[in-house]
């Protein structure tokens, strides 16, 4: 049988728009001689699609589509994912369910067994656990059909298992042959490797072969690096799809080969084309063409310029320069240069003036606060003003440009350069964006070297650097790593040989902050924890100010 991976980039209710892609995708599949086309999970609404689940004219219009694609797909049969009712009387109303059907008929139903309930996950929020694993015969392959977490569960590859039963271990009892996967499965740098282990080790200890059909594109924070392949019974990837696009590959359970198409390189690599996709999809999905974003002269700005430049296109990109009388005259040089490398429009503004004129009105109340934190924030905030009435003139997407590093320790300004439409690097350190930079520099220079060499600084006050009140990023990524990502306490870091006295300030910082990234607008998600709504922390606690 040959078998087509379908992957596709869905928008959270758009039917009509998920729905033609699916026949699109079956009519190229029919086309390339295929007998089954298999697209991901809840692929007709899109995932996650959240409380719009709790609309239920949102489910009607899922199952409308759905029974329209049984209708008009015929000459190939169809694995989906779609939000189906829960009959019963008790449990949560709906079901997170896959179908097969073909030539007008449905021919084998699950429901996802497994809710996974942490990190950016909340399906028992909304869902009924299915209660079957019962495999199907379908073209003499004896198929055993899994969504998602339904596979994250083998006590061989996990020490601890969450949930007390193993769809896949219960369907391989059954004389399943081929295992089919269907996901909506949330990217984070490293994820595909620890992926493609687990799978490969149930491959191998069945050994039977396995399709992993994986959504992708950028849903809110929430990116899917697609990424679908298909294991041979040995456990080698016999076929692979694109990663950050929409793609289609095809695997012969016959030879059991299939089509190898490029993926990133790099973790580096990886990470980029994952911010580019991100960016791309949550300006467009929210009905965006255009964005606009202030260049400073420093990294963060530049970084966020070439991603939105490599998502949106130079034409639909604008730049600002707002300089102050703390703007080093390097800073007008670098940004000028930066700006033509790309080949955007530049605007310059300054807010000398402005500020002046804050200070004056203000002089009744206090004195002397230029270069206090109060005179630096009512600078951040000018410009966040500027840029905002460019947003809402010209019907522009404002990209703030704050790095995971500075928001952890509340090193921005509210109202003021946190602002904006969709926080791009907000979930990469400070070290990465350096990386990344070097990455984009790699076959031209991009960024103006200069940019990438200089000192961080806010520029908010004479000779101002960060260093001045941070650690080295080297060393303050290290710390956040260990307490954001990995949950390490306060003793633990200080064990891996950290300062104590730094350790303590910056875990104290964090948690001080944690009012100030509720505010935040929504960042791309690319770390195993991001400071969106799969970190959960209450803002007032005294837990570790005790």
Same mark, same amino acid.
């Given at each position: 049988m040959k078998i087509a991976l379908a992957q596709i980039d869905p928008t959270i209710g758009d039917f009509a728009l998920n729905t033609d892609k699916i026949m699109a995708a079956a009519?190229?599949? #029919?086309?390339?001689?295929?007998?089954?086309?298999? !697209?991901?999970?809840?692929? #007709?609404?899109?995932?996650?699609?959240?409380?719009?689940?709790?609309?239920?004219? =949102?489910?009607?219009?899922?199952?409308? @589509?759905?029974?329209?694609?049984?209708?008009? #797909?015929?000459g190939i049969g169809v694995i989906c994912g779609f939000v189906d009712r829960n009959p019963e009387k008790e449990g949560n109303p709906l079901y997170n369910s896959a179908v097969l059907f073909d030539k007008g008929k449905i021919l084998h139903q699950v429901h996802k067994r497994l809710l996974p309930n942490y990190d950016v996950f909340d399906e028992k929020r909304y869902f009924e656990p299915g209660t079957e694993c019962i495999s199907f015969l379908y073209n003499d392959c004896r198929i055993g059909l899994t969504v998602c977490e339904d596979i994250w569960n083998d006590k061989d590859f996990f020490s601890r298992q969450l949930y007390p039963v193993d769809p896949v271990e219960r369907m391989i009892k059954e004389g399943t042959n081929l295992l089919i996967n269907i996901a909506a499965s949330p990217y984070y740098l490293?994820?595909?490797? =620890?992926?493609?282990?687990?799978?490969?080790?149930?491959?191998?200890?069945?050994?039977?072969?396995?399709?992993?059909?994986?959504?992708? *594109? /950028?849903?809110?924070?929430?990116? =899917?690096?697609?990424?679908?392949?298909? !294991?041979?019974?040995?456990?080698?990837? /016999?076929?692979?799809?694109?990663?950050?696009?929409?793609?289609?590959?095809? !695997?012969?359970?016959?030879?059991?080969?299939?089509?190898? @198409?490029?993926?990133?390189? %790099? +973790?580096?690599?990886?990470?980029l084309n994952a911010l580019i996709m991100g960016t791309r999809d949550y300006v467009r999905k929210c009905g965006f063409s255009r964005a606009v974003v202030g260049l400073s002269g420093g990294i963060?700005?530049?970084? %966020?310029?070439?991603?939105?430049?490599?998502?949106? *296109?130079?034409?639909?990109?604008?730049?600002?320069?707002?300089?102050?009388?703390?703007? @080093?005259?390097?800073? !007008?040089? +670098?940004t000028r240069e930066l700006a033509a490398n790309l080949g955007i429009k530049l605007l310059n503004v300054p807010i000398d003036g402005i500020f002046e004129k804050f200070l004056q009105e203000l002089s009744p109340l206090f004195k002397d606060v230029a270069t206090e934190v109060t005179g630096q924030n009512i600078q951040a905030r000018i410009r966040q003003i500027i840029l905002m009435a460019l947003s809402n003139k010209f019907g522009y997407m404002l990209l703030?440009?704050?790095?995971?590093?500075?928001?952890?320790?509340?090193?921005?300004?509210?109202?003021?350069?946190?602002?904006?439409?969709?926080?791009?690097?907000?979930?990469? &350190?400070? %070290?990465?964006?350096?990386?990344?930079?070097?990455?984009?520099?790699?076959?031209?220079?991009?960024? &103006?070297?200069?940019?990438?060499?200089? &000192?961080?600084?806010?520029?908010?006050?004479?000779d101002q650097l960060d260093k001045d009140d941070l650690p080295s990023y080297e060393v303050l990524d290290g710390i956040l790593r260990a307490y954001i990502e990995d949950n390490k306490a306060a003793e633990e870091i200080i064990g891996m040989g950290f300062e104590p006295s730094i350790v303590r300030d910056i875990i104290s910082r964090v948690d001080r902050n944690e009012y100030k990234r509720h505010q935040a607008p929504p960042g791309l998600k690319v770390t195993t924890k991001s400071f969106g709504y799969g970190r959960r922390y209450p803002i007032a606690q005294r837990y570790l100010l005790a």
């Open positions: 009519q190229k599949a #029919i086309g390339l001689c295929c007998d089954l086309v298999v !697209f991901s999970e809840l692929a #007709i609404s899109g995932y996650p699609p959240k409380d719009l689940l709790e609309k239920q004219d =949102f489910v009607q219009a899922n199952l409308r @589509h759905l029974e329209k694609l049984v209708k008009s #797909i015929g490293g994820k595909r490797e =620890f992926k493609w282990d687990m799978f490969g080790d149930i491959v191998k200890k069945y050994k039977v072969p396995l399709l992993y059909v994986n959504q992708v *594109g /950028a849903n809110d924070s929430v990116l =899917f690096d697609g990424t679908s392949a298909a !294991f041979d019974s040995k456990g080698r990837i /016999a076929a692979r799809a694109r990663d950050f696009e929409e793609d289609m590959v095809i !695997f012969d359970t016959q030879s059991q080969r299939g089509d190898l @198409h490029p993926v990133s390189e %790099t +973790d580096t690599e990886s990470l963060d700005s530049a970084l %966020t310029a070439s991603i939105a430049v490599q998502a949106l *296109g130079r034409e639909n990109v604008t730049a600002i320069f707002m300089p102050s009388q703390y703007t @080093h005259k390097e800073n !007008f040089e +670098d703030s440009t704050g790095n995971k590093s500075e928001l952890a320790v509340g090193y921005c300004t509210l109202y003021g350069d946190m602002s904006g439409g969709l926080a791009v690097i907000s979930d990469v &350190p400070k %070290t990465m964006v350096y990386r990344i930079a070097r990455l984009i520099n790699k076959e031209r220079e991009v960024i &103006p070297k200069r940019i990438t060499q200089k &000192p961080p600084s806010a520029e908010l006050k004479p």
